[in-house]
């Protein structure tokens, strides 16, 4: 008896030993992964470096630009600065590969960054000359000329509202409230459409209730599954994913666990257990594409083109988007992209097959010659959405 006694007791001690030893691997992987540092470290000092402790002159302007809206976190991009110009140039190594073909989103964030440039340029009191390159998008194109030319001279002070936004917007993966967006917001977003450069490039439509609004949401789920089932689309996304807290600080690009939409607990457990494999990462997105983006979006919208692969428009139409988006921000508006239709186009036109995305989304615009560029969601959302990882503006500041 008194033997079993003594077993026992070892046996508890050898088991709390290895719960202690347990618990402290949980809470050493929650450390070292990031658990306790949200939002910190260098991969996020240009959130905070804008705008008070921006550089004078367009390198300042650059560290505006940087903070934009972009496809996949990729970051496509490299400036190169005078006194009075900076030239804005895509990164053509920071690609999306079979996801992107035509490169067209890597041309839409150019114009999202564009639009933050142009926006800090004015609050500066500078007056904007944008020049952009023509042409169009083709596969395989790595021309290296800039896509714009933005030319600064001393003006008169404009301090627009969304600017104020540009340190404050993110993307919001998360679930949203069933509160509408209001008639007269969405009238102002059509206001801000309207107004935009070469606003006859393209055309905004918003969809608040109804069969539309249903069909696009079906068609994003059905394009996402489309993308899950294309290996090489599917390995080409999966490489701009960065589950690993040193990776992110490491590369500062990519799509986190923390701007994947999740609650606070259940983003400290999906960092602390091990990363999915890129099977289960494409079963996450489809289901949350279709529990939570397409089923909590009290407005959906795009973006519509004549022209899918014309460089200005693509530029232009970026800049609509980040406009959009910090407009949404100012206004309390949680907003987020949903393109997986639109790369099925590029995917099924360069594959050559039957163009069965780009005729359903045609059926969407009401016009077969307008073609949607960009898709997205808008809503109230309870939580905050988190920060994205940014290069530093020393590391995209050629010459
Ligand atoms: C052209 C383009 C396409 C995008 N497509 C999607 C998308 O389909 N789904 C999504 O969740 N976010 C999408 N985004 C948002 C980016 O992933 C996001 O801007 C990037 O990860 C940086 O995060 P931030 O916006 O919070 O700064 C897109 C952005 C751009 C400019």
């Known amino acids: 008896m008194k033997i079993d006694m003594t077993r026992r007791r070892s046996l508890y001690g050898a088991l709390a030993g290895v719960a202690a030893i347990g618990a402290g691997g949980t809470l050493w992987r929650a450390w ?18 804008w705008p008070h402790a921006a550089a004078e002159g367009p390198p300042g302007l650059v560290e505006a630009g940087i903070l934009a809206s972009n496809a996949h976190n990729t970051q496509p991009w490299r400036f190169r600065v005078s006194q009075d110009t900076i030239a804005l140039h895509a ?15 890597m041309q839409l964030s150019l114009g999202c960054v564009l639009e ?21 998008l083709a596969p395989g194109d790595t021309e290296a000329a800039p896509v714009a030319v933005i030319r600064l001279t001393p003006g008169e002070r404009a301090e627009i509202p969304e600017y104020r936004a540009i340190a404050n917007r993110r993307t919001h993966r998360g679930a949203y409230d069933a509160r509408a967006v209001p008639a007269a917001l969405q009238e102002e977003m059509q206001g801000l459409a309207a107004r935009a450069p070469n606003s006859g490039s393209f055309r905004l439509v918003l969809f608040g209730a109804g069969p539309e609004k249903d069909r696009l949401g079906e068609l994003i789920v059905t394009a996402t599954q489309a993308i899950i089932g294309d290996r090489e689309m599917a390995m080409d996304s999966a490489r701009w994913f960065r589950f690993d807290w040193r990776a992110i600080q490491e590369h500062r690009d990519g ?3 923390d701007t994947v939409g999740l609650p606070p607990l259940l983003t400290a457990a999906a960092k602390i257990i091990p990363a999915p494999s890129p099977e289960q990462a494409d079963r996450q997105w489809l289901a949350g594409t279709r529990d939570v983006h397409v089923a909590t979006a009290p407005l959906m919208g795009l973006i519509a ?3 899918l692969y014309d460089r200005p428009t693509a530029l232009d139409a970026g800049r609509l988007w980040q406009r ?32 069965r995305t780009a005729s359903a989304l045609a059926t969407l615009t009401g016009d077969e010659a307008w073609r949607p560029t960009f898709i997205f969601r808008m809503g109230y959302a309870e939580q905050a959405a988190r920060l994205s990882p940014r290069r ?8």
Not at 92 to 98: D, E, S, V
Not at 116 to 133: D, K, S, Y
């Open 324 to 355: 959009l988006h910090l407009w949404a921000t100012h206004r309390g508006l949680a907003a987020q992209p949903l393109n997986q239709p639109c790369e099925m186009v590029d995917r099924e036109a360069v594959l050559g097959a039957p163009p």
């Open 91 to 105: 990164d053509p190594a920071r690609h999306l590969g079979n996801f992107d073909p035509f490169r067209r989103e």
């Open 32 to 49: 070292s992964n990031g658990v306790f540092s949200v939002g910190e470290g260098p991969a996020y000092a240009p959130w905070r470096a």
């Open 255 to 257: 799509v986190t666990i």
């Open 116 to 136: 933050n440039i142009w926006l800090a340029a004015r609050a500066r009191g500078l007056e904007v000359r944008v020049e952009t390159r023509g042409g169009r």
């Open 305 to 307: 083109v004549r022209d």
């Open 392 to 399: 530093s503006p020393n590391q995209v500041l050629a010459g």
